[in-house]
């Protein structure tokens, strides 16, 4: 099948997270991504985190699949000497080094252009250029709290919480590919390739954009209305943590079901959409609040909605979490259950939607990842199993042009 992005030439120079979670997602929809590795040791995530002795740890496998792998050095003469011909040849090359890596190699934004003006550069940095902070090297959780989502996730009565989702990590990659994407169609245009770059304090300040929102709100008006804080709480001059407060108009929060005592992930979330208070109601079993003025408006719930939660979870307390959703799906209400990490690697949707994929790895074995959330008419991404370090290193010297003896001259210059 052909899929859309055929024939356009990736080099993956990424490692860690953020670069290789955005490569991963153009080779699934078609990129020929070749990743540039260290001989010897490879991506640091190769190794880290290892679940089986001396085998490429899930880290790597769920971030790198459907990639072709090239040792080099590019430090070295020889290495640099490849890296020019495959920037000749390429569409795009990625790169999450720490600031001025690429330079330090002698790969600048000039260098490339020079070598090919088509050449799109797409880079992740933890910082944006020119940001007091742009030469700190930076990791996920850093981000996440140089983002502004640190200071505005957990409860009010403890420190500071980052998220388990890698807002830093992955969501910038998938910024930076969307960026990959519009230069690319902006090259269609102008013949000429451009540097996109993304940094990860950006990308988790455009997730946290509504706290931004809720900053603007306070200075004007003193109070948030969303937050649990209101109406007894104090509020200070900065968006507080909310808890698990519904972060837009709807009141929610993490409500307790059957077995909570034993199961920390006994709960769903449930939210209190406005419009949908009277089948709330009938759902919960108390029809007498639709009309009593008490209740019947969001105004009149604010000040007792940790009451009404309570309520709820007096009823939810004879009913899994999956039992309750059964329930409040009927009327209509936006809830879901706190899944774990087992339910989800086991849920019968995410396999048949391909959102959850089992890959065979020549020498792991089988494994689970997570497959393409986007979903399109016409292209079903098949999610490969990632490469052995240096496993292509002769196919792509090859397509270089390299005859036996010199891929032969090259290996022994780059051995570790
Ligand atoms: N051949 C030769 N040298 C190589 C090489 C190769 N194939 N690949 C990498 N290197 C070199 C780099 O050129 C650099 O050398 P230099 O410091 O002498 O210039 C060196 O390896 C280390 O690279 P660096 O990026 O500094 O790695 P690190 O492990 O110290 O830092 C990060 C890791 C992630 C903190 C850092 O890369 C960073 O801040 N990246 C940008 C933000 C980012 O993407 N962070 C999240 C990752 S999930």
Not at 267 to 284: D, L
Not at 387 to 393: A, C, V
Request: proline share 5%; hydrophobic share 35%.
């Amino acid at each position: 099948m052909n899929t859309p992005l055929d024939g356009i030439k990736i080099i993956d120079f990424t490692h860690v997270q953020a670069g290789p979670a955005c490569t991963q997602l153009l080779a699934w929809f078609g990129a020929d991504v070749t990743k540039i590795e260290r001989p010897g040791s490879g991506d640091v995530t190769r190794s880290q985190l290892r679940d089986i002795p001396g085998v490429d740890a899930l880290y790597f496998t769920m971030l790198n699949s459907n990639k072709k792998s090239l040792t080099l050095d590019t430090k070295k003469p020889e290495g640099k000497e490849v890296l020019e011909k495959l920037i000749r040849e390429s569409d795009v090359l990625v790169e999450n080094f720490a600031p001025g890596a690429l330079d330090r190699m002698g790969f600048t934004w000039e260098r490339i252009q020079e070598l090919n003006p088509g050449m799109i550069l797409a880079s992740v940095k933890g910082f944006s250029d020119g940001h007091h902070y742009e030469d700190l090297k930076v990791y996920e959780n850093v981000a996440q709290c140089a983002g502004g989502a640190a200071s505005t996730t957990g409860f009010w009565d403890g420190p500071p919480m980052v998220s388990g989702a890698a807002l830093g990590d992955s969501n910038t990659g998938m910024h930076l590919a969307i960026g990959i994407l519009t230069a690319l169609m902006g090259r269609q245009q102008t013949g000429k390739g451009q540097k996109v770059s993304v940094s990860m304090q950006d990308a988790v300040l455009n997730l946290t954009r509504v706290k931004l929102r809720d900053q603007q709100r306070l200075e004007k008006i003193g109070y948030l209305e969303e937050y649990p804080q209101y109406p007894n709480g104090k509020f200070t001059d900065v968006v507080p943590r909310g808890g698990n407060a519904g972060g837009g108009g709807q009141p929610g929060w993490v409500l307790k079901c059957k077995g909570w005592e034993e199961d920390q992930n006994a709960y769903i979330y449930f939210t209190i959409q406005g419009h949908a208070w009277e089948p709330i109601c009938r759902a919960i079993g108390k029809p007498e609040w639709i009309a009593d003025p008490e209740y019947a408006t969001a105004q009149a719930r604010q000040d007792k909605i940790f009451d009404i939660f309570a309520y709820i979870e007096t009823w939810l307390a004879d009913k899994t979490k999956f039992e309750a959703v059964d329930i409040l799906r009927k009327f209509d209400i936006p809830c879901a259950p706190v899944l774990t990490m087992k339910e989800i690697a086991e849920d019968k949707s995410l396999r048949e939607s391909g959102s959850i994929v089992e890959v065979d790895h020549k020498v792991r074995g089988k494994y689970l990842t997570v497959g393409s959330p986007i979903k399109f008419s016409d292209l079903k991404p098949e999610i490969k199993e990632s490469p052995l370090l240096g496993e292509h290193t002769d196919e792509v010297l090859k397509r270089l042009g390299y005859n036996d003896e010199q891929i032969a001259a090259l290996h022994a210059a780059q051995a570790v």
